[in-house]
């Protein structure tokens, strides 16, 4: 959502820009745009709807010389997606532009004062309010740009990441940030931005995280500097990026999302690896063992998390109740923000997010320990700020993910949720050793069961063929095969557009076995639990109105085999462990009928991968 480059240096700007911008396709837009500030000074601005392709190809003819930029896509928040309203936006007087990630709350008003002192508005977007706000107060108060910049920001509210140059002055970038990312990349005598690392991985992996309320001034040959908006210099933390270029690359597959579902033997070996120690004996999680008392105390957990990530949350209350005897709630971040929670300093509050960006989960996460909960994250991105806002955590480790829909990560989260549950259980003795002991080491096992199950794809490619103009599906499932139905049905209608329900399926007869006919297939996931008979019932249901029924089955199922008019079979594993092999065919299964239909799996249409606004 929304995506920011800069560069500051004797590299060719233009192609570091727009190769930067084309790596921050991932996290969805709809327009984008560059600014170049020439070696005499001249600020160029060029933008455009659509794709980074359509900007390049506009700006084909146009003067592209450059000692340094700042560039931008962006996902419409205030204002239609046009060529207009897209980034960068200028100062009225044309002295500065500015790029912004976010959305600024109070823009109205500001928008009405500076038009009350004669300011004149080309677009509809808070983006343009505030560079404004920024010139008129340089104008006004005769000061620097640092100065106005920082005055402007403390009238601000909202959430923003913002980088801005001016005409006349090919030597400085200035950026800054609140509750949106930005990282500062240092190069040999060059200097980079980006909203994550990814635009300038191949050129320096130092970066320097700039925090909320930062400044980060960006000037040639010399030292980062960063400032508060009170003029203080903060320490500039230098740190290293953990991932590499050949992780954003699609490595043979035809998309991204098809590479990160065959990925998931060796991201979920990578997440396990060193946390399941002694020969699978033990469970080693240095985020809950640096905590034991916390953990030891807690009475109840709350997960905060939102799509994808909130399913993974419902599997970890399963986990974490079934191993730990612990209650857990599960709240979608963006309610429990505007909840009122009553949270206890003996409640444990876990903040699920691939991206470690996402803004309901960070405003959660705030409210959780400001009523003196103690906060765990768990991520995929490094250095994010949600790990960084949490007291402690662990990371899934992965690696990017670049498709828009969230396989490896979401497989990534339940295994993290399965050791957490693991390690809770050793700390708290609500599992006995040989018990720690046999899940641990199916665990272990489960990256081996995942390759096995990928072997379905071509049964799955050649099945979804046959549903591929389906108009709306049912995803049903029970006990640990719930969430993994809503995260089907999740991953159906964001890529292929088809309208899709996840439901339990006992609760189908209260409503949507009406939608049952022969025009609606069922995907049904029925692995062998303890459930198992209750859902038979239930495909006994379906199949009676006439519907067709897709069906999850372990391998050597006889029952189902006779309902179905197809099944999927998937290895035998523990069914604390099932979600991480169910969901695997869901995934081709959503991957293939998308690509049937002829979408953009990795971009679907209106999606953002980091939604970093409310
Ligand atoms: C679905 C998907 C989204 C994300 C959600 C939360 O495939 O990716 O539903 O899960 O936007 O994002 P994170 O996990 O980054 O907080």
Redesign the pocket.
Known sequence: MCGIVGYLGDGNVYEILINGLKRLEYRGYDSAGIALVSPEGKLNVYKTLGKVSNLEAYCRDKNLTARAGIAHTRWATHGEPSDCNAHPHYSEDGRLALVHNGTIENYQVLREALQQHGCHFSTQTDTEVLVQLIEYIRTSNSCTLIEAVREALKQVVGAYAVAIVERGNPDTIIAARKSSPLVVGIGDGETFLGSDGTPFIEYTDKVVYVQDDEIAVITRDQPLKIINLDNEETKVDVKKLEFSIAQLEKGGYDHFMLKEIFEQPSTLTDCIRGRVVDNAQRVLLNGVFDHKEKFMDCNRIIVV???????AGLLGKQLIQDLCAIPVEVEYASEFRYSHPVITERDIVIA???????AD?LAAIQIAKAKGAFVYGIS?VVGAS?PRETHSGTYIHVGPEIG????K??TG?VTVFTLLALAIAQLRGTLTQPQIAEVSGHLQQIPHYVKETLKLNDKIRQLSLIYTYARNFLYLGRGYSYPVALEGA??LK?ISYIHAEGYPAAEMKHGPIALIDSEMPSVIIAPHDHLYDKIVSNVQQVKSRGGSIIAIVTKGDTVIRDLADHVLEVPDVPECLTPLITSIPLQLLSYYIAINKGKDVDMPRN?????TVE
């Open positions: 998390a939102c799509g994808t990530s909130w399913h699920v997010s691939q991206s470690g960006e996402t989960t995929n949600i828009v829909a969230s396989t990560a979401f989260q999740l991953k964001e999606l953002a991968k980091s939604v």
